[in-house]
């Protein structure tokens, strides 16, 4: 079965009535039979059919055993770390995404979860810096912003003989695009505000877990600290994901032909996508990956954020605004929006320069985005020559 196919006929009818929409059960409670004797369901907190649904979907499109919707992105990332001890310690992707680092660092580090840094893209680099308190290995493949690509299955291996888990934020991919579990990760976790919904609509997170005694270690932590995705939320994720397939296939293919124009423009220093061949680990993006994504990442020979700045305030169809994964293209600058939490040295270490740029490559025509980045980079060529001459 094809994944489109796949998708569509993972979105239950109900059989109640037959809808062919997931029905929004917008109730707190349930009336039981009998103290304890119910339906499966008691409190919306603890369970609600619509995110049921979602969760049951999501499982299903990642290979996982068993899935569960949070209030957001970073919700889904809280409750995994909750599954550690104070002592232990998380081995995280140095290219990693701000909230993530902000909570890792300001939030869990004084309950003594420690946090080390590293460039997976070497998988040797993971070996060499686990300790015996490792119980954690943090993944982002592709990571934000600047796209880097880990050896999922290699690292897995790397995880298993250790006893160590596996986590893998699959945001960037997508479930159409990569599936970490049959790669060997016993975690995936998603922003579903991103490609997952892809209107920009919604703030949601998902994980999925390879094992269900994984799962009922993170049902109860969802259910413990309440940080549940509402009902109609979860339908709008539904909704979205029924088109996943197609739109991913189109925001990679509109960012292929974006990412070889700015690979070709003379202000570009580094152009980041993992769909170019000179991309460092672009053979693994090609063995794990089904598209290259809809993200583009550059900086600029002039490491300069005041031409950045004037970059992304200048783009008509590109967006000034944070997150991605939406239908509408969307621009920022990491240094000052979403990696602003990083401190200017790991920012730099990871590549996150002061003249990185990341672009959301939406589902516009490709010639109309091609024209708008075409225009700012022409205007910025004229404005420097002027000031030269």
């Not at 992707?93 to 909570?103: K, N, P, T």
């Not at 070497?122 to 880097?148: F, G, Q």
């Not at 993992?274 to 991309?279: E, S």
């Amino acid at each position: 079965m094809k994944d489109q196919t796949r998708i569509i006929h993972s979105v239950p009818v109900d059989e109640l009535t037959g809808a062919v929409s997931v029905p929004i059960y917008q109730t707190s409670t349930y009336v039981q039979e009998a103290p304890g004797v119910n339906k499966g369901y008691d409190y919306a907190r603890s369970n609600n059919p619509t995110r049921k649904a979602l969760e049951d979907i999501i499982a299903g499109l990642e290979s996982g055993a068993a899935g569960y919707a949070f209030a957001s992105g970073l919700a889904a990332i809280d409750a995994v770390v909750k599954l550690l001890n104070a002592g232990d310690e998380i081995l995280a992707v140095d290219d990693i995404y701000g909230g993530a680092f902000r909570l890792f660092t300001h939030i869990y580090e004084k309950f003594g979860i420690r946090v080390t840094y590293v460039d997976s893209t070497d998988a040797a680099n993971v070996a060499a810096a686990l300790t015996p308190r490792t119980r954690l290995i943090w993944l982002e493949s592709p990571t934000n912003p600047t796209l880097k690509i880990s050896d999922i299955r290699v690292i897995a291996d790397i995880a298993k003989a250790n006893g160590i888990l596996l986590c893998v934020d699959n945001t960037f991919a997508s479930p159409v695009s990569q599936k970490p579990l049959e790669l060997g990760a016993d975690i995936v976790v998603h922003s579903a505000t991103k490609y997952l919904a892809g209107h920009s609509d919604l703030i949601a997170g998902l994980v999925v877990t390879r094992t269900q005694e994984l799962g009922d270690r993170i049902k109860f932590i969802q259910n413990a600290s309440g940080a549940i995705l509402a009902p109609f939320d979860s339908w709008l994720v539904i909704r979205g994901i029924e088109t996943l397939a197609l739109r991913v296939k189109q925001h990679s293919e509109n960012a292929q032909q974006l990412a070889g124009f700015l690979a070709s423009c003379e202000l570009v220093r580094n152009v980041y996508y993992p769909g170019l061949p000179n991309h460092v680990n672009h053979h693994i993006a090609r063995k794990q990956q089904k598209f290259s994504g809809g993200v583009i990442s550059f900086d600029l020979h002039a490491d300069s954020e005041e031409l950045a700045v004037k970059i992304v305030s200048s783009t008509r169809y590109f967006k000034l605004a944070e997150s991605l994964g939406g239908v509408k293209s969307l621009i920022c600058h990491p240094a000052t929006m979403t990696h602003k939490s990083i401190p200017r040295e790991k920012r730099y270490a990871a590549g996150v320069t002061d003249s990185l740029i990341r672009l959301s490559v939406g589902l516009e025509d490709a010639e109309d985005l091609l024209a708008d980045l075409q225009e700012v980079f022409e205007s910025v060529r004229k404005e420097q020559a002027a000031i030269a001459g």
